[in-house]
C-alpha cells in the first residue's frame, strides 16, 4: 500500500440516484478529508475524520450527503438523490496528525 | 471565512525561464504551508510544504514564506514544458483543526 485508494474512479448516475464511493487512506494515517472539486476551482472542503470519529463538516455538506469511517480504515462518502449540481471530482486525502495531506486519484461523479 | 487567494493566470513563461507563483491567505494565524501541483483531469500532488519564514529550496522548486505579509510562493527554475499544470496553494488553518483550504490554482503553461 503506497498511496491513497479511490473507488470507482468514474461514476456515471441518473439523477434521483444514491450513489457511494469509498477511500482507503495510507495505512498509518489517522486523518481523513474529502474534499469536492468542480472545473476551475481548488478542492472544497467536506469533511474531515481524526480515526473514526467526524469531526468537521461544511455547510457544502447538505442533508444528502453522509459519510462515515467504521474503525477509523477507509470511509465512505453516500450522496442520496443525486442532482447535476453533484457532477465533480471527489477527493479523498489522509495525514499523519498535522502533517501534509496526500490524495488518491479521485472519484469523477457525472449526474445526467 | 478563511481565504487563500491565488491568480487563476495562465501565467506563461518560455522554456529554462523561472516561474513565480503567489498565494495570499487571510488567517494570520496560519502555521502550515503547501504547494500541489495538478495536472488536467487529475488529482492534486504534494510538490512542497513550508512551516518556517524564508525560503525553502527542492531541487528546481523554492518555496518563500512571509508570514508578516500573508503571501507564500513557488519559483520553479529551469521551467520545461512538463511543469505546464495547475498550482494549487493550500493553508492550514490554525485553531485545533488544520483543515487545510486551498486557493483556486494558478495555471502555468511553458511553451518551448
Known amino acids: 500500500d503506497t498511496g491513497v485508494s479511490q473507488d470507482p474512479r468514474h461514476k456515471i448516475t441518473k439523477r434521483g440516484q444514491n450513489v457511494t464511493f469509498r477511500c482507503d487512506p495510507i495505512s498509518e494515517h489517522n486523518r481523513l478529508y474529502w474534499y469536492r472539486q468542480t472545473l476551475g476551482q481548488g478542492p472544497e472542503f467536506l469533511t474531515y475524520f481524526q480515526n473514526e470519529a467526524q469531526l468537521e463538516k461544511s455547510r457544502l455538506l447538505s442533508d444528502r450527503f453522509s459519510a462515515e469511517r467504521p474503525k477509523g480504515s477507509f470511509s465512505t462518502l453516500e450522496i442520496q438523490r443525486t442532482e447535476q449540481g453533484d457532477s465533480a471530482m471527489y477527493l479523498c486525502?489522509?495525514?499523519?496528525?498535522?502533517?501534509?495531506?496526500?490524495f488518491g486519484q479521485g472519484t469523477r461523479l457525472t449526474v445526467v | 471565512q478563511k481565504e487563500v487567494e491565488q491568480n487563476s493566470g495562465p501565467l506563461s513563461v518560455p522554456e529554462g525561464a523561472i516561474a513565480s507563483l503567489n498565494c495570499t491567505y487571510s488567517d494570520r494565524g496560519s502555521q502550515s504551508f503547501f504547494w500541489y501541483r495538478q495536472y488536467s483531469g487529475k488529482s492534486p500532488e504534494l510538490i512542497m510544504f513550508?512551516?518556517?519564514?524564508g525560503d525553502k529550496e527542492d531541487g528546481r522548486f523554492t518555496a518563500q514564506l512571509n508570514k508578516a505579509s500573508q503571501y507564500v510562493s513557488l519559483l520553479i527554475r529551469d521551467s520545461q514544458p512538463s511543469d505546464s499544470a495547475t498550482y494549487l496553494c493550500a493553508v492550514k488553518e490554525s485553531g485545533g483543526s488544520y483543515i487545510p483550504t486551498f486557493g483556486r490554482g494558478t495555471s502555468l503553461i511553458v511553451h518551448p
Open positions: 513550508i512551516y518556517s519564514n
Open positions: 486525502a489522509s495525514s499523519h496528525e498535522n502533517t501534509e495531506a496526500f
